[in-house]
């Protein structure tokens, strides 16, 4: 391959289109070519979102004449942050079943970062070279020749799969996504203990998910957050070595939120976190019994209580997310989000 090669997209996504949207779309493809799905799913997003990321960067620049390399750099990554948030942190109570969704809309909002990062960088964002920079990106391949040859033998747009995949297939692509998102450790290179623990962790927090909703998603945007801007620092670095200034070294200044606003912001959370316990409590101490005595009881309301704070925590920040995405109009071509 080469960057005279593109993937042919003929489809780019509309303007209308939420990344959950586009993860339905690409799942069928990765349920027809199980054995390849971070491949497909570089893939799609370079054939995708590579138009898209050219007109978004370039509106940046219509935006931000005056803008540097390293300000746009930063912009690209703390836009893609936001975004990946968004669209990945769904999960919680009944939401879990909308894991591998979650997961490869999350994973599809890096790739979109990572293009628009290409582009400052001068490449083509359309090329199927930036396939095998992805891959190596998200550390599926621990070169960009070895990407390049493994390539060779995967489908271009297969056709969507048909019936079932077998479970266990099925929870072991579930368990590469996570993998990939950084929500545990990955690698090519991993023993049968690594990977027992792996599945282990996943499924805690699964269980954890249907519990206490409240505890899991804020957890999940925070390591969502953490993750993307690593990988936009490590992108910045793959495209322009040397190039990494103090805005992508040093985190933390990607968050814009002053230190009074991020107190708040944890205070608020923790009363949030009580709050289920304490109704929990007060409900069982007050003598009501609902179902299974004292205990089942309490179990009882803190789930329900735990769900219904857990959806209006998830909707308040989703509407604030949506707003700075629409502040952002201008990056998208006006693109709406979910």
Same mark, same amino acid.
């Given at each position: ?92 109570g009944p939401f879990m079943v ?83 998102? &950084? /929500? ?20 805690a927090l699964f269980v954890v &998910? ?38 992508? *070294? ?21 009363? /949030? ?26 179990? /009882? ?14 909707? *308040? *920040?989703?509407?604030?997310?949506? &707003? ?15």
């Amino acid at each position: 391959m080469n960057d005279g090669h593109t993937t042919g997209g003929r489809h780019p996504a509309r303007p209308d289109e939420s990344m959950t949207v586009q993860a339905q779309a690409l799942l069928p493809m990765i349920w027809a070519d199980p054995q390849h799905m971070p491949e497909q799913l570089a893939f799609f997003a370079v054939r995708r979102f590579g138009p898209r990321a050219d007109a978004a960067v370039a509106r940046r620049r219509q935006r931000k004449p005056l803008a540097g390399a390293d300000e746009l750099r930063g912009d690209a990554i703390a836009h893609g942050t936001r975004m990946t948030i968004a669209d990945g942190a769904v999960l919680g109570g009944p939401f879990m079943v909308l894991m591998p969704v979650s997961f490869v809309a999350a994973l599809l909002s890096q790739a979109r970062m990572v293009l628009e990062l290409a582009v400052l960088a001068g490449h083509d964002p359309r090329s199927e070279q930036r396939v095998a920079d992805l891959l190596v990106l998200q550390d599926v391949y621990p070169s960009t020749e070895a990407a390049d040859k493994a390539l060779t033998g995967v489908k271009r747009s297969p056709p969507g799969g048909r019936g079932r995949l077998p479970r266990r297939t099925r929870w072991s692509l579930v368990i590469r996504m996570a993998e990939i998102l &950084g /929500l545990m450790g990955g690698g090519e290179e991993r023993s049968r203990l690594q990977r027992v623990t792996s599945t282990a962790l996943i499924v805690a927090l699964f269980v954890v &998910g249907w519990v206490l909703p409240l505890i899991w998603v804020p957890a999940l945007a925070a390591i969502y957050r953490q993750n993307t801007l690593r990988l936009g620092a490590k992108t910045v670095q793959f495209y322009t070595p040397g190039a990494v200034g103090d805005r992508v *070294r040093h985190r933390r200044r990607f968050t814009h939120v002053p230190r009074v606003a991020g107190v708040a912001a944890v205070l608020r959370f923790c009363a /949030l976190a009580v709050a289920p316990f304490a109704a929990a409590a007060v409900v069982a101490l007050a003598g009501v019994r609902l179902a299974g005595g004292f205990w089942g009881t309490g179990l /009882l309301v803190l789930v329900a209580v735990s769900l219904f704070v857990a959806g209006v925590w998830f909707v *308040r *920040r989703r509407s604030r997310v949506t &707003g700075r995405a629409h502040g952002d109009g201008a990056d998208d071509g006006g693109e709406r989000r979910p």
